[in-house]
């Protein structure tokens, strides 16, 4: 069936290290992603965002990998901060279909001073 | 300009009541979608209104509905609550749908708790 998944439930990373977010996706015909973050008592905020005729796209710390064909797709965050300890998601959205995206579960990323 | 607001922030029910939700975009944004959060479901998609029309619906029974004013903001409705209703609501904003950028901009969201 289609679904947006998460590896892990839970990162923890020390302060300064880069953190890698993994998300799978089962739906081939989604074209476009987008990574959340979603701290506590917080709504999600977008962070970046990257179309399936991309397979890298960076932002500020941020850097999102595509992975079509084994439909995995991955937010780096590099030097990680205490202020990035939040829950992560991703999101996909289909081709043709509706612009609201279908979220994952979303993983907790801890960060260690 | 000032981000998406919702009220109340916090809310306690009783099962069987019903509850109304508000939600205000960001000024210029037409469409509100609204979800759900628990941590057994994640977010889930109820409905998204654009110029006052429902323009796409989740998978949630009819107890929950929606409406978006002229004025963009919006509501949702919960009728008959049950326990299971028990959630984080999150409103989102997006100034245009249909196309690309597709970003939305959360509010913090209405803690409901059914007891």
């Known amino acids: 069936g289609e679904s947006v998944g998460l590896h892990l439930p839970t990162l923890s990373v020390q302060e300064g290290d880069n953190s890698i977010i993994n998300c799978a996706y089962s739906?081939?015909?989604?074209?476009?992603f987008i990574w959340y973050k979603q701290e506590s008592g917080k709504g999600p905020q977008f962070i970046i965002d990257i179309r399936s005729n991309m397979d890298k796209r960076q932002g500020q710390r941020v850097t999102v990998l595509l992975n079509k064909t084994v439909k995995h797709l991955s937010l780096q965050i590099a030097a990680t901060q205490p202020g990035d300890s939040a829950v992560y998601f991703c999101a996909e959205k289909k081709t043709g279909g509706s612009y609201i995206p279908t979220f994952g579960r979303g993983t907790s990323l801890i960060v260690h001073p | 300009k000032a981000g998406v607001t919702q009220t109340p922030r916090y809310l306690i029910k009783t099962r069987g009541q019903q509850v109304t939700l508000s939600c205000s975009p960001i000024s210029g944004h037409r469409s509100v979608s609204w979800y759900q959060q628990t941590p057994g479901q994640g977010l889930q998609f109820l409905f998204e209104y654009f110029s006052e029309t429902q323009r796409n619906k989740g998978n949630f029974p009819g107890r929950f509905s929606g409406r978006q004013f002229s004025n963009s903001r919006s509501e949702m409705n919960v009728s008959t609550l049950e326990l299971g209703d028990s959630a984080l609501y999150l409103c989102a904003s997006s100034p245009q749908t249909g196309k690309g950028p597709y970003e939305q901009y959360f509010g913090p969201g209405t803690r409901l708790t059914v007891t």
């Open positions: 739906n081939s015909a989604s074209d476009y």
